[in-house]
């Protein structure tokens, strides 16, 4: 993750044509100490990313000119900006909406008007699950290199890390039970075994950084 200083948790981006919106989001974040940069439209958007690849961007999808849907497009299509998680802002509430933001390449979605605590904790959902990916591609490039240098060496002594696909599957498993939550069909005894699933994923994952 990008970051000024080591206490730093990640580089937000938010985009938002509301200058309020702007002011407390940024305000909420930076106090959490989040490393924050905001701009009020697409284009900027779109310049901002491509310059400095933030570690998430929050992005309104009603904007003048550009609306998110668009920037979203954008963004996935270039090869520099399409890995960043994506979290949709807005007031749009419909299941058609929140589809639509998935489908053009959305990490998550945020119905304004949003609380606090449930920005930081999306936010941080994200940034947990880069750090994952960046941890199975470190894991798979450490046991490469391991088998190059040692063709010869048994399996069980190559295997001292965990395996990335270990990795992989419990960021996997910390997604998608996050994003069948936010179905707003769902009944309420599958609502509470998917949270059990995503806490399980999350106490794995605990174990495993020990």
Known sequence: MQSDSPNQLGDILIVDDLADNLRVLSNTLSNHNYRVRAVRNGAMALVGAKAAPPDVILLDIRMPEMDGYEVCRQLKTEPRTCAIPIIFLSALDETLDKVKAFEVGGADYITKPFQVEEVLARVNH????????KQVAAQQQQLEQLLTASPDLPVPEREN???????????????YSDRLCQNPAIEPEQYAALRVIHQNGQNLLNLLNK
């Open 126 to 133: 994200q940034l947990t699950i880069q750090q994952l990916k």
């Open 161 to 175: 890390t965990v395996q990335p696909e270990v990795l992989f599957a419990i960021a996997n498993i910390l997604d």
